[in-house]
């Protein structure tokens, strides 16, 4: 539990960058917020092309070097890389070369490598969950899972970003550090078992992993999981510049309280993991879902200084962890060995698909408004989705079918 949830935490590292310095850096050559919200969206058009197809051929490949692993050790690497890349950007380029079409490519292209490695990286890492832990104590190991994420997170936000101010390369520098350590981990620290079980080789479609949303389960599962990640996405594409630019506050102000909100979910992941092992996913998440359509009004109406911004995101990651946490329980739940990347595909596309047309539409309503503040608004609109579709769910102890067994 404890080397797959600090190799993952690598991830979480990554996804800050993304999060909070490309749209910042972004803005230096554009003023168009469509524009920008473009280039965010291929954070998740690769999660929607990507993961699923290393889901599903991880699925169906087994090597000396293991079953998943085999993809991690590549793609971590070239993920590293990408992230060294984009912070040496500005170095690399000369100033009389500066073209804003230029570098908008530039960072186009170099993030859409690095987003489609790190979602090789989820999409075979994420499956190893459902290989190793059984529904009991599922939910545990993604609640570690997910302190080690909050950790990498406080680090970038409380330290690294802060002194970007002085030194630019610095959160690339610690990012690249993180990733280095998953690498290792995935190199010396994992060991796989080939089951007893693999699906037959085949040929990839597209949307093969899409035959998976037949079973109503699986639906209701993508629903809730669509809702959950597309709020998160519309809530964090433009919370840099909202921060910056509309209350006026400093890189060192955004670390600060965003790193005090990930202080606090420190406390809450491992007591989530142990609600939703003995009570099930479903109470979580309509919890869960009811306080992020508060936090999102809170933001988009109240949050006007650093204290009110503080409040707000302190209780949107406790929200965050009380949806985010169940939706692994709930797609590997009674799933066999040979299906759980297929089930992962299935979900990954749906969610990834929807959340892009969410920060798409985001991006093009912030515009027109030229306002961030209506993107919580939106974000809020899709956590009342998620409530909804909660509220359809079944207690996972009502579905029947025998425990996954440990790989």
């Known amino acids: 539990m404890l080397l797959l949830g600090l190799m993952m935490a690598g991830a979480a590292a990554v996804d800050t960058i993304t999060a909070n310095l490309l749209p910042i850096t972004a803005r230096l050559f554009t003023s168009d917020l469509t524009l920008i919200g473009a280039i965010l969206a291929i954070n998740r058009v690769c999660g929607f092309v990507v993961q699923p197809y290393a889901a599903w051929k991880s699925d169906r490949h087994w090597s000396a070097g293991g079953r998943r692993r085999p993809f991690l050790l590549v793609a971590w690497p070239v993920t590293m890389v990408c992230v060294g890349l984009l912070g040496s950007l500005t170095y690399i380029v000369p100033a009389d070369l500066r073209n804003p079409a230029v570098i908008i490519v530039l960072l186009f292209g170099i993030n859409l490598a690095m987003q489609a490695s790190l979602d090789v990286c989820f999409g075979t890492g994420l499956p190893l969950y459902g290989d190793r832990f059984p529904s009991g104590t599922i939910g545990r190991a993604n609640a570690i899972r997910s302190v080690f994420t909050s950790a990498a997170l406080v680090g970038m936000m409380s330290v690294a970003i802060p002194l970007s101010e002085e030194w630019a390369f610095l959160p690339y520098l610690a990012a690249m550090i993180l990733v ?12 796989e078992t080939r089951p007893e079980r693999l699906p037959p080789p085949g040929r990839y479609h597209p949307l093969l992993p899409l035959a998976e949303l037949r079973d109503p389960h699986t639906r209701k599962v993508a629903a ?9 996405a519309v809530t964090e594409m433009f919370h840099a510049l909202f921060v910056i ?26 007591p989530v993991g142990l609600a939703i092992d003995r009570f099930g996913a479903r109470s979580v998440l309509i919890a869960g879902f009811s306080l992020l359509v508060l936090v999102e009004l809170g933001l ?15 209780v949107f990651r406790v929200a965050r962890v009380l949806v985010q946490i ?17 089930i992962f595909a299935g979900l990954q596309m749906t969610r990834a698909a929807l959340a892009s047309g969410a920060v798409l539409v985001a991006g093009y309503v912030a515009n027109l408004a030229g306002s961030y503040r209506i993107c919580y608004i939106l974000a809020g609109i899709a956590c009342l989705v998620g409530l909804v579709c909660s509220l359809r769910l079944a207690p996972m102890g009502r579905r ?8």
């Open 180 to 191: 280095a350590i998953s690498w290792w981990i995935a190199r010396f620290g994992i060991r």
């Open 224 to 232: 809730v999981a669509s809702a959950a990640l597309a709020s998160s």
């Open 245 to 270: 630019e509309t209350l006026g506050l400093s890189l060192a102000g955004l670390g600060w309280s965003t790193s005090a909100g990930i202080v606090v979910s420190f406390l809450c992941p491992y």
């Open 300 to 314: 988009a109406f109240w949050v006007d200084d650093l204290v009110s911004l503080t409040i707000a995101l302190v």
């Open 326 to 342: 169940p939706v692994v329980p709930l797609m590997f739940h009674n799933t066999t060995a040979d299906r759980r990347g297929s």
């Open 400 to 407: 029947g079918g025998p425990e996954p067994a440990a790989v």
